[in-house]
């Protein structure tokens, strides 16, 4: 019976340290798809990025319910003290993400805007297309031309937003591990993180 109950053991130990090794390799990957008011959430985990083993398409309505049921929990919540005083803190949402070392994969972005006021329609676009360049910059590790494509049109005499998205996010499994861990245990270890620039400003026109 010692025996048993110490192979069984030793097998839930060694069971614990292959998951605990396939979560530390994992990649997660998102795919947002937004076209034509219509929008749809695809998620895949890759094993050393390249062996996928998971696959979950989220659509419109699986959307909603799913944050439908989240905003309910979080209202009912023990930890919504917490929550609000990571709210209350400016810099959080960007250190998170920063954190979190995200991977903008693949971008095709088409977005036109349009106001009755061509003068205002006119600084709308040129202000989205010097900023969007520069945020966008700060998550790509690898730049290839061909994977990323964006367009800002304007819309003269016209209120109107008209948007077409197709992007790949990706992080790895450990780094969401750290974030979650870093909340959980040392709150305020966000605070007062700088962040850095690169490159990505040759595909952007009207």
Known sequence: MLVFFSNLILAILILIVILLTILILTTIKVNLKYIDKNYKVIIKLYLLNKIRYLKIELDKNKLKEIFTKTKAKIEKSSHKKI???L???R???KNVVKKLKIDLEYLDLDLKIGTEFILLTSVIIVTI????PMVANKFIRKYEKRKYNYKFTP???KNDI???LDCIISTKMVHIINVIISIIFKKGVFKNV???NTRFNDNCYE
């Open 129 to 132: 297309s010097t900023i969007f």
């Open 155 to 157: 819309i003269y005499n």
């Open 162 to 164: 008209n948007l077409q």
């Open 194 to 196: 700088r962040t850095s």
């Open 87 to 89: 709210y209350q803190d």
């Open 91 to 93: 810099n959080v949402i």
């Open 83 to 85: 929550e609000k005083e």
